[in-house]
Structures are given as structure tokens and as C-alpha cells.
Nanobody, 124 residues
Framework: QVQLVESGGGLVQAGGSLRLSCAASGRTFSSYAMGWFRQAPGKEREFVAT????????YLADSVKGRFTISRDNAKNTVYLQMNSLKPEDTAVYYCAAASVRTIVVDTTGYDYWGQGTQVTVSS
């Protein structure tokens, strides 16, 4: 079992930055690929970013490339999402997820564990 707790969300003006953190319980965090997803009101949950077990591979959605960065610190059992140049359309609940594989995972069905989410609101 892996428990995930997100933090770092909040209200920010367009063009601003936030860093989300996802703290994971369990000794096997480094064995999991990790991902970030988001869900805006009335929309389906969508992929944002994913990182492989050691951080050697990452992949980001086209909508956030060049603005967001995903990273992880296995010694701290934490994965991060650095969000720069935020836009109002980035407003959503952001979820952290863990997949029981070592490679990057893009699809929601590939993840086994999910956090409760953290709200990010970008004002114009």
C-alpha cells in the first residue's frame, strides 16, 4: 500500500508560480513511477506529467510543456510539480498518483494509488 498526500496548492495570479509536493508513505516509493493529473470542474481528469522510478525519464502534456517540471526525491519519498507561467486554464484540482511500474505512465488506468488532490486556482 502507498498513501499519497499532496500539498502546495493555492490561489495565484496569472503568470505566477506554485510548487506542488506529493509525500508518499511506504518503503518502496522508489519502485513506483509517479504522475500528476488534474481535473477542472465539469471536465474529465487529464494527464499532466509523469516521471520514472529513478527520475531518468519524464513526460509532460503538451499544454504544460515549457512551463511545468516534474521531479522526485526518493530519499524524501516525495515527487514535485513545479508550475511556472500559470494560466487561468490551469485551474483545477491536482492529483498525485503512483504506478507499480518503473517506466513513465500516461494513462490514468495505469496508476494504482491516488492522493486526495490539492486545489490550484489561477486568477486572471
Amino acid at each position: 500500500q502507498v498513501q499519497l498526500v499532496e500539498s502546495g496548492g493555492g490561489l495565484v495570479q496569472a503568470g505566477g508560480s506554485l510548487r506542488l509536493s506529493c509525500a508518499a508513505s511506504g518503503r518502496t516509493f522508489s519502485s513506483y513511477a509517479m504522475g500528476w493529473f488534474r481535473q477542472a470542474p465539469g471536465k474529465e481528469r487529464e494527464f499532466v506529467a509523469t516521471i520514472s522510478w529513478r527520475g531518468g525519464s519524464t513526460y509532460l502534456a503538451d499544454s504544460v510543456k515549457g512551463r511545468f517540471t516534474i521531479s522526485r526525491d526518493n530519499a524524501k519519498n516525495t515527487v514535485y510539480l513545479q508550475m511556472n507561467s500559470l494560466k487561468p486554464e490551469d485551474t483545477a484540482v491536482y492529483y498525485c498518483a503512483a504506478a507499480s511500474v518503473r517506466t513513465i505512465v500516461v494513462d490514468t488506468t495505469g496508476y494504482d494509488y491516488w492522493g486526495q488532490g490539492t486545489q490550484v486556482t489561477v486568477s486572471s
